[in-house]
Nanobody
Framework: QVQLVESGGGLVQAGGSLRLSCTAS????????MGWYRQAPGKQRDMVATVTSTGNTNYADNVKGRFTISRDNAKNTVYLQMNSLKPEDTAVYYC?????????????WGQGTQVTVSS
């Protein structure tokens, strides 16, 4: 089993910054990718950013240039630095850990942390 604990959400004005952290524990393999997803009320959960064990990153188009994902494998922690926040970034942000076994993906999720951006 894998446990993911997020922190760092909160209320911020438009144009402000927040940094999310997610620490993984349990049966962790640092060769697996981690990432951040978000879900706004009434909408589906969407990928925000992912990072591989070697530091390769992928971002949703609407956060490119504003958000930066990074990870510290020694601490089993992934971060999301969010700058120039917009009201449309308001959502619950979820940390994700994924591994593949026999060609099937298995996902673990954190409990979510609320990010609210006021205009």
């Amino acid at each position: 089993q894998v446990q993911l604990v997020e922190s760092g959400g909160g209320l911020v004005q438009a144009g402000g910054s927040l940094r999310l952290s997610c620490t993984a524990s349990g049966n962790i393999d640092n060769t697996n990718p981690m990432g951040w997803y978000r879900q706004a009320p009434g909408k589906q959960r969407d990928m925000v950013a992912t990072v591989t064990s070697t530091g390769n990153t992928n971002y949703a188009d609407n956060v490119k240039g504003r958000f930066t994902i990074s990870r510290d494998n020694a601490k089993n922690t992934v971060y999301l630095q969010m700058n120039s926040l917009k009201p449309e970034d308001t959502a619950v942000y979820y940390c994700n850990y994924r591994y593949t076994f026999r060609f099937r993906d298995y996902n673990y999720w954190g409990q979510g942390t609320q990010v609210t951006v006021s205009s």
